[in-house]
């Protein structure tokens, strides 16, 4: 059973708009959420990410949200550009250890000019 | 400062074959990791490391092995490869709390 949950497959949307990703978890004692950007035939990289004890984090267009409550998280890029279109992972620590880290199966994001 | 380096980039094995992919970090991390990434799966963890001498099973450990070697390197290992086992594999290593990760072993397996 996924712990880490990225229900759309895919998103599209126009240059300039927003984007909005969505994640939600299931295990309560995750501590830490990550973001990560994968282009096609290249290994992720970090994006950005967000303590459990937070429930805003910002990093120039894009800002990450946490609901404890409701064990959801979402990704806001704005605004969107092309050089976005990626895919995009959600990803948790701590379940049993902070060095154990779970990813979601992704969103695929694409950016229409 | 390469990163996160692994070898090879491309691989083909009949059933049956066993190899060893390997992976390398220069970045001085104790974590390190292997997942392997399917359509609609996501990144799934294997193994991983959280230092030296140490290794957890993840969440899809079944016909894999690992061996870390010492603090640079962590290579998987598949002793009877299976169709099954056809992935894209990436090596990470962790420093903080971001993940750095190797650009992918691409392995078919006949």
């Known amino acids: 059973d996924q712990q880490v949950k990225q229900n759309s497959p895919s998103l599209s949307v126009q240059e300039g708009r927003i984007s909005i990703l969505n994640c939600d978890y299931t295990?309560?004692?995750?501590?830490?959420f990550l973001w990560y950007k994968k282009y096609p035939a290249e290994g992720p990289t970090f994006l950005i990410s967000i303590s459990s004890i937070k429930d805003k984090n910002e990093d120039g267009r894009f800002t990450v949200f946490l609901n404890k409550s409701a064990k959801h998280l979402s990704l806001h890029i704005v605004p969107s550009q092309p050089g976005d279109s990626a895919v995009y992972f959600c990803a948790a620590r701590g379940e049993t250890s902070y060095d154990k880290v779970i990813f979601g199966p992704g969103t695929s994001l694409s950016v229409i000019p | 400062n390469a990163g996160v380096t692994q070898t090879p980039k491309f691989q083909v094995l009949k059933t049956g074959q066993s190899m060893t992919l390997q992976c390398a970090q220069d970045m001085n991390h104790n974590s390190m990791y292997w997942y392997r990434q399917d359509p609609g799966m996501g990144l799934r963890l294997i193994y991983y490391s959280a230092s030296e001498g140490t290794t957890d099973k993840g969440e899809v450990p079944n016909g894999y092995n690992v061996s870390r070697l010492n603090k640079r390197e962590f290579s998987l290992r598949l002793e009877s490869a299976a169709p099954s086992q056809t992935s894209v594999y990436f090596c990470a290593s962790k420093g903080g709390v971001r993940q750095f990760f190797g650009p992918g072993t691409r392995l078919t397996v006949l």
């Open positions: 295990n309560s004692m995750f501590d830490y």
